[in-house]
């Protein structure tokens, strides 16, 4: 199978490649990088991307595929093609499923599930057994088996104890551990502490519930040479924490979601679960400094967190409904409108957070635009300007509060191991 990508701009960081080009692409592979029309050799198959870009295939590292145990809210497959749907060629699911990814066995399940996809799967595995902060968990079996990353996501580990020696053990087999971090006797609350949650009338989680934990883990990376990766961090408290840590030489790394750095805890008025979410949706000046934090490199990825929950699950009561929202389908446009549109990131920046570093942290081989190289890329089209449907989304929920919005820039395509989707459609390149 031979396919040429036509009319292409093609932007690679890592190969310092800014420009158009033909690709010819072979079972999967490039085998040509060439000026528009210059390549007069034959092909089964050309697909015009004029006004698209070509960069390395985007990776998630924060997705919850909900696989094994709660099949009715996602599984592997329908995961996999809406991240497919968004641009991705890669996720890292976390470990918060029934049970638990703490045993070689679900890690094998895990990866066996998604071999044939397009979409790559790395499992991250749970610090501790069941993710209850007691037990470390197999680390070396789990490691062996493919888990990229330790985490008892959804909950911080427990106790600075029980995190020492999983940062110990994790860091012999260069491992990042990934915190949920919230201080469990503060946690609880149905929002952020402060002047809303006072109008709303709504049970509270204060800021410093977030930021102790932080301050907690990246001392204790420090004191064990460890890698610490923050997850979704949402207070300005917490990222001047990471900048400091980094300052200082101690291997932390952070993530944000979209919609913490779009959307403030104002969107609460309307008591829409949707905008439910933990860590909970924060205020205006967080957000400024979630985006500053992506400026500057504090914050070193764009991650969406996506949790899909049951339409019966979400339609509760605000206090009783749980966290999370959808994000795989709507993460490419919130960056390209928000971040791109707006002048605070390059695509080159927008390539690092969304393709290059996510690996980085999780040590695993970053896709390349070259020839000779097995084709792992996303399409993007900059200019597109679309609406989200959130009927029209490839996960098994709905629980999103962004159905309607009017994005600028989208991913056209993705492409890898020698699959492409593309216009709703996998087939072979």
Not at 194 to 220: H, K, Q, Y
Not at 310 to 336: C, D, H, R, S
Request: glycine share 8%; net charge negative.
């Amino acid at each position: 199978m031979r396919t040429r990508l036509k009319n292409i701009s093609v932007c690679d960081p890592v190969q310092n490649i800014n420009d158009k080009y033909d690709i010819l692409i072979e079972n999967g592979v490039i085998t040509g990088l060439s000026a528009p029309g210059s390549d007069s050799s034959g092909a089964d198959r050309e697909i015009d991307f004029t006004g698209c870009v070509a960069v390395p295939g985007f990776f998630d590292m924060h997705v919850h595929l909900r696989e094994p145990g709660r099949e009715d809210k996602e599984t592997v497959i329908t995961g996999c093609n809406s991240a497919a749907r968004g641009g991705f060629t890669g996720v890292a699911c976390m470990p918060n499923t029934t049970p638990a990814i703490d045993s070689a066995e679900t890690v094998h399940f895990i990866r066996m599930k998604a071999e044939k996809h397009l979409v790559d799967v790395h499992p991250v595995a749970a610090a501790t057994l069941g993710r209850k902060g007691e037990t470390l968990s197999p680390i070396a079996e789990l490691s062996e088996a493919g888990a990229v990353a330790f985490s008892d996501d959804g909950v911080a580990i427990k106790t600075a104890a029980i995190l020492r020696r999983v940062m110990e053990y994790a860091n012999m087999f260069d491992r990042p551990v990934i915190e949920h971090c919230e201080d469990d006797s503060l946690a609880g609350g149905a929002m952020n502490e402060g002047f809303n949650s006072t109008i709303f009338g709504l049970s509270s989680v204060p800021p410093i519930a977030e930021e102790l934990t932080v301050a907690r883990d990246i001392m204790m990376a420090e004191y064990t040479g460890a890698r610490v990766h923050i997850a979704h961090i949402s207070t300005k408290n917490a990222i001047d924490l990471v900048r400091q840590g980094k300052a200082k030489g101690i291997k932390v790394t952070a993530e944000v979601t979209p919609h913490h750095f779009t959307l403030t805890d104002d969107m609460l008025a309307g008591y829409d679960t949707n905008y439910k979410m933990n860590p909970p949706l924060r205020t205006a000046e967080d957000v400024a400094a979630a985006v500053e934090g992506l400026r500057d490199g504090t914050i070193d990825c764009i991650a969406s967190d996506h949790a899909p929950h049951t339409l019966e699950e979400k339609e509760m009561e605000f206090e009783y409904a749980p966290n999370g929202i959808l994000g795989l389908e709507t993460q490419v446009g919130i960056t390209l409108t928000e971040l791109y549109h707006n002048n605070i990131l390059s695509l080159e920046q927008i390539v690092e957070k969304l393709a290059i570093n996510p690996r980085k942290i999780l040590g695993l081989e970053i896709p390349s635009i070259k020839e000779g190289a097995v084709a792992n890329i996303t399409i993007l089209d900059p200019e597109s300007e679309w609406q989200f449907d959130s009927s029209k989304m490839k996960s098994k929920s709905f629980n999103t509060p962004f159905h309607g919005t009017n994005y600028k820039g989208c991913a056209k395509a993705v492409i890898n191991k020698g699959q492409i989707y593309h216009n709703d459609t996998f087939s072979t390149i």
